[in-house]
């Protein structure tokens, strides 16, 4: 993982188009995420811990780490997107594998296969406490390529 | 769908148990989400449609609609769960089959088989415009039922 | 599910091409897997338990369960594909929620939702002893449909 | 993956264990599948391809692949469950990424979490021809760990 975070970063252009694009995600503002890392076909986005993200337990409810993992996922299949063209999430199945906690969680997106039409990524989420990594949850995510219309020049995703 | 609107309610104590549980969600207050409908194995959390819950679209994020799918199919297994027991989501899966619009969707989590240790949801989310429901996600949810520790007695799910 | 017995059947010429793409299944034949109702939308395919299909303990193997019901979702799917497009599954995932024991098994895949690209099906396979039957697994599937190349004019699926 | 070739084996009690009960899967003989190594964590099985494990187009069956995928998991689980154990598949995801086409096709589960009561693989299915090795599916497996009844002394999954 830590290797990962020694990936070039995409190039500033690509870099630009996924920010936008996250910039105008209500939910991602609202929860309070952030992309920290933008390589090619791997994206990072981290979510503090606070009261506005928990479940009942007080730990992170497997619908912000979801959410965040979901994102990550959709824009490392953007990086390697053809020109114009949007990705949608077709669908994901993840496991919680332990209670997200610490200061805050990151999802870490990778493309394990980018074809014509769809795209596979792994989803992984890590609870981090004092820089220690620990796996709270994978996943796996389909997503699908789809040609902008002409009218949307400006949506990257 | 409709039919499960006419389920008879589960009982006050599941019904006051569940809503403490979800009252304790930071995420699910934060969200603007509601439990609508407590049945024996089946519950319905409607989200509003609002800017703070949008991806780049404006559609309502899935992550969003993920969030309001796996506490639907929490709190449905928790109605059938033995005594002194939490619900733990294990893993689940979905499908987004249209974009999720409307004044709000709707998630219903209906327990399709409950064992001793595990249960099994499906999960479908809708997309409702005055009146009209839409079939917007599908998916399908492992739950783990864990005896609850003596600390904890107050700990619903 | 006694419903979808009653479903009408695909016209002669869908049942006819479902019928030849099965019989080249090397696979379906050597388990001894059959297709017995073909309607639109919905596909259902028996097999009958014998030692060849067991797993460890003697009830049919989840790999033989999930092979058919790999099969009835692709040809549900077909049923409602454009003219001269194959049918590929993309995903699918499936939860096993009893021993699949009986006389045979028999899995139905119904499609949920079928669009330009993907369809989405639901997968059951049911165990049947006498004529009773019980739902020992239940999944759900992504498919893709593919436009058929000039060189493979027989190619149903 | 190379790397998991040179992983040290179970020891010998572990692996007589397991062959014992692969060899009880009727299946996989009737497939003529078969375990090539048996680390801590990691199971590999081989299925040679022949004309009896095909889908319509001559390449494995997803539903062979699945099988063989899913032994593997459940068996690379089966190697760290505790004593008087045996293992259930709870479920599966997989996502078929390329034709599964070559000499054999080879799965490889490993365990990724591995609990009280329930473990969690990451499936991985690769064609192999001429020794080059070329991922073909790649999944996610939740399984549960069942405490062997006294009855069943010699039930090893």
């Known amino acids: ?14 870099r630009a188009r996924i920010q936008a694009s996250f910039d105008r995600q209500g939910l991602m503002r609202h929860l309070g995420a952030r992309i920290v890392h933008i390589a090619a076909g791997c994206v990072r986005i981290v979510l503090p811990s606070r009261p506005e993200v928990t479940q009942q337990h007080g730990y992170v ?31 994901y199945k993840i496991n919680l594998l332990a209670p997200a906690e610490g200061d805050h969680i990151e999802a870490v997106g990778t493309v394990l296969r980018s074809g014509r039409t769809l795209a596979v990524c792994q989803l992984e989420v890590f609870g981090v406490q004092d820089g220690h990594r620990s796996l709270v949850a994978t ?5 699908m390529f789809v040609k902008e219309r002409a009218e949307q020049p400006d949506d990257q995703r």
Chains 1, 2, 3, 4 share one sequence.
Do not use: K, W
Request: proline letters at 6%; charged letters at 15%; hydrophobic letters at 40%.
């Open 1 to 14: 993982m830590e290797d990962q975070m020694r990936q070039p970063q995409a190039s500033p252009e690509v």
């Open 61 to 91: 409810h497997a619908g912000a780490s979801s959410a965040i993992a979901d994102s990550a996922g959709g824009y490392a299949a953007f990086t390697l997107a053809p020109e114009n063209t949007s990705v949608l999430t077709v669908e």
């Open 139 to 143: 996943g796996q995510q389909t997503l």
